[in-house]
């Protein structure tokens, strides 16, 4: 699991199903097999050196994220997953990429800069205003919504730490919209399609019990 707090933006050095993604903090405490969240996407690392990582991309996430998109030089949001003893800072990040959005627009607006991103309805259906969503796995809030896309404020901080000021619009990211939304609609749903059940003392009687 992970929290959306971006640790640092790594590059990539070289793309494919196995790219190979140059880093430093995150190498403070990496091991085989450890999960990093890698633009939102959570991948496992299969080797690494004291100064870049080599993770494996399955063809699923390379359909539902921008990953494929990556160039060497690409500048890439790295988060490690959470210790049990770490701060919680932003929402409940699963690293499992819902799909893509595009930016439709940025301004600038006092200190902060505001992006609008266009989704599809199957993804907006989970945002809600004020609600948390993860964009190439950063942890943001909605600051507003309509029936194409949504818009999320950024402060500066997060835009010097992070991938967003080199984005532009009509880039690709990814979105991960909060598992809490689409668990609460699983459970509404069995809920409703649970009927009442015809069995009781009468029916039973009638069928000789």
Same mark, same amino acid.
């Given at each position: 699991?992970?929290?959306? !707090?971006?640790?640092? *933006?790594?590059?990539?050095? @070289? /793309?494919?199903?196995?790219?190979?993604?140059?880093?430093?903090? !995150?190498?403070?405490? =990496?091991?085989? +097999?450890?999960?990093?969240?890698?633009?939102? $996407?959570?991948?496992?690392?299969?080797?690494?050196?004291?100064?870049?990582? /080599?993770?494996? !991309?399955?063809?699923?996430?390379?359909?539902?994220?921008?990953? +494929?998109?990556?160039? #060497?030089?690409?500048?890439?949001?790295?988060?490690?997953?959470?210790?049990?003893?770490?701060?919680? +800072?932003?929402?409940?990040?699963?690293?499992?990429?819902?799909? /893509? %959005?595009?930016?439709?627009?940025?301004?600038?607006?006092?200190? $902060? *800069?505001?992006?609008? &991103?266009?989704?599809? @309805?199957? =993804?907006?259906?989970?945002? *809600?205003? #004020? %609600?948390?969503?993860? &964009?190439?796995? =950063?942890?943001?809030?909605?600051?507003?919504?309509?029936?194409?896309?949504? %818009?999320?404020? =950024? &402060?500066?901080? /997060?835009?010097?730490?992070?991938?967003?000021?080199? #984005? @532009?619009? %009509?880039?690709?990211?990814?979105?991960?919209?909060?598992?809490?939304? $689409?668990? $609460?609609? #699983?459970?509404?749903?069995?809920?409703?399609?649970?009927?009442?059940?015809?069995?009781?003392?009468?029916?039973?009687?009638?069928?000789?019990?």
């Amino acid at each position: 699991m992970f929290t959306g !707090i971006v640790e640092e *933006v790594g590059i990539v050095e @070289k /793309t494919g199903i196995q790219p190979v993604i140059r880093a430093r903090k !995150i190498l403070e405490d =990496i091991h085989i +097999g450890d999960s990093i969240c890698v633009n939102g $996407a959570c991948l496992t690392v299969t080797e690494f050196t004291n100064d870049r990582f /080599t993770v494996d !991309i399955m063809p699923e996430s390379m359909r539902c994220t921008n990953l +494929g998109e990556l160039k #060497k030089g690409s500048r890439v949001n790295l988060e490690r997953a959470m210790p049990a003893n770490g701060r919680f +800072g932003g929402h409940i990040v699963s690293g499992h990429v819902d799909g /893509t %959005g595009i930016i439709s627009d940025i301004k600038q607006d006092g200190i $902060a *800069v505001v992006y609008r &991103i266009k989704a599809d @309805k199957a =993804i907006l259906r989970y945002i *809600v205003n #004020k %609600g948390s969503i993860a &964009i190439d796995g =950063i942890s943001l809030t909605v600051c507003s919504i309509d029936e194409k896309s949504f %818009g999320v404020s =950024i &402060i500066p901080h /997060t835009q010097r730490e992070t991938t967003l000021s080199f #984005k @532009k619009v %009509g880039d690709t990211v990814n979105l991960e919209t909060d598992i809490i939304a $689409a668990y $609460a609609e #699983k459970f509404l749903n069995l809920r409703s399609e649970t009927k009442e059940s015809t069995i009781d003392m009468d029916f039973l009687r009638k069928c000789g019990f």
